[in-house]
C-alpha cells in the first residue's frame, strides 16, 4: 500500500510539473493564461477646420495652431516616440466653404496644412461636415497631399475610393481598431449600420474599437445608445461655442469623450484592455496655449504660405464694384475727425483703429480671411480692395457709420448712418471671431462723451 500511494503520488506531481511547465493533455499545449492588462496610449485633437492656426481676435482664441501643437506633440514623444495622434471632424474647411475669390488661397492652405501634419506625424483623421459639403471631387484633390490616411466608415461611391472604412493601429500593447462614422452628404450611407458591421468584422482583430465621430455632440450621443459593438468615441463637429470639457460620458455600451475646436486642446487618450472585462481609460485635455513655443519647422511652412499669399490674393482681387451714381463713397476717418474733433479722444482708446497694426504683426496683410475686418469698406463700391487700400486700413468710423462722402458734404445726419444695428457688427464679431460678443454689452462700451454720447 505504502508503494502503491507512494507511486500515485509521484505520478500526480508529475502531472503538476508537467502542467506548471506548459505541457499538454491529449497532445495540446494549454499556455498559462495572462492576467496582466494590455496598455495603450494614443492622442486625439478634432476639428481644425483647415486653420493653421486660430485668428486669436478674442483671447479665448488664442491656442491651437499646428505650430504649438507640433511642439506639444513633439516634447511628449521625445519620452514616447511611438505616440500616435488621431484627427476627428473638419479638417480642411469651416462653415465658410471655399468663397469666391478664396480659391486660391484655400489651395495653398491645404498644402500648408498638409506639410505640417507630416511634420507633426498625424496617423489617422476622417473629415467633417463641412470637408464633404465641398464635394467628392474637390476633397479628392485636396487629400492627395496629405501624408495620413482618412477614415469614413460609412461611405459609398464616390468617397469609398479614397476613404478607408476602418484601419488597425499598434498602439503600444493594443490592437486598436479605428472607424468614422461621417455626417449626412451625398454618397454618405446611415452610420449605425456600417459602423456596427464594421466593428464586427473588425472585433477579432483588434483590443479596443475607437470611433472618430463627426457628428456633433448631441447626434453623436444619439447614435451611440444603441449597442454598435464600438469602445470609445471621440465627439467631434462640434460648433465654435462648444464647452470644453474632459469628462467621460456613457452612451449606450461606450465611452465618449469630446475633443474641441480648431485644435484647441489635445487630449491624452490612455486605454487598458484585461481579458473578460470592459475597456478601461483615462481621458485628459491639454490646452495648447498661446505661450508654447512654436515648432520651428511648422512655423517656417505658415511663414512661407504667408508670403505667398501676396502674389496668390492680388492675382485674385479684381476691382470694386462700380459707385452707383449719386451713391456715397468711403472717405476715410481723417475726414471725419475735421468735423468730430470731439471723437478723437475715443479713438485713442479704442483698439478698432489698430486692427491693420495686428495684421502687420503677424504678416497677415494678404491673407483674404483677416483683411475684410481689419479695414474699411473692403470690397464695396467705393471702398478698398488689396492694392488699392488707399487709406482704409484698419476699422475706421465708416466701417460702423457706412460711407460718408455726401455726410461730408452736407453735413445732414439723414445722409450717415448713426445708430449702428447688431447686423453691422457680426459681420465681423461673430463666434469664428469673438465667441463673448454681445451686442448690448460692447455697444454700451462704445457709448462715450464725443462718440455718441
Known sequence: MQVRRHQSLSGARAVVALWLAGAVVSGCRTPPVDHRPARGTLLVFSDLRGALKPCGCSPDL???????????????????????????????????????????????RVEALAEA????????????????????????????????????????????????RSLVLRVDSLRVGVLAALPPAPGVTSPAEALRAEATVLRPQVDVIVALSSLGLRETKRLFRADLGIDVVVAAGQDLKAVVTDEVESAGTARLIQSHIQGSHVGRLELSVTAGAPVSLGWALQAILWDRPRHPDIAAVM?????????????????LPPLPAGAPSYVGQAKCLECHEQTQAFIAKDRHPLAWE???????????????????????????????????????????????????????TATIRRVVPESVCVTCHNPKHSTQFNYDTYRSRLLVPGHGR
Open 62 to 108: 488664442q491656442r491651437g495652431g499646428v505650430d504649438r501643437i507640433g511642439d506639444y506633440v513633439g516634447v511628449l514623444r521625445t519620452g514616447e516616440p511611438e505616440l500616435p495622434l488621431l484627427h476627428a471632424g473638419d479638417l480642411l474647411l469651416d462653415d465658410e466653404g471655399i468663397p469666391a475669390g478664396r480659391e486660391g488661397q484655400i489651395t495653398r
Open 358 to 412: 495686428t495684421l502687420e504683426k503677424d504678416g497677415k496683410t494678404f491673407d483674404l480671411e483677416c483683411v475684410s475686418c481689419h479695414s474699411t469698406g473692403y470690397g464695396q463700391a467705393g471702398g478698398s480692395i488689396l492694392g488699392a487700400m488707399k487709406g482704409l486700413v484698419d476699422v475706421q468710423c465708416e466701417s460702423c457709420h457706412g460711407p460718408g462722402s455726401r455726410h461730408a458734404d452736407d453735413g445732414d
Open 303 to 319: 511663414k512661407r504660405y504667408d508670403a505667398d499669399l501676396e502674389a496668390i490674393n492680388l492675382k485674385a482681387a479684381g476691382t
Open 117 to 164: 501634419l507630416r511634420i507633426i506625424g498625424v496617423q489617422a483623421a476622417t473629415l467633417g461636415p463641412s470637408d464633404l459639403a465641398a464635394g467628392p471631387a474637390w476633397v479628392e484633390r485636396s487629400v492627395k497631399t496629405l501624408p495620413l490616411p482618412l477614415v469614413g466608415t460609412n461611405v459609398g461611391a464616390p468617397w469609398s475610393t479614397f476613404l478607408k
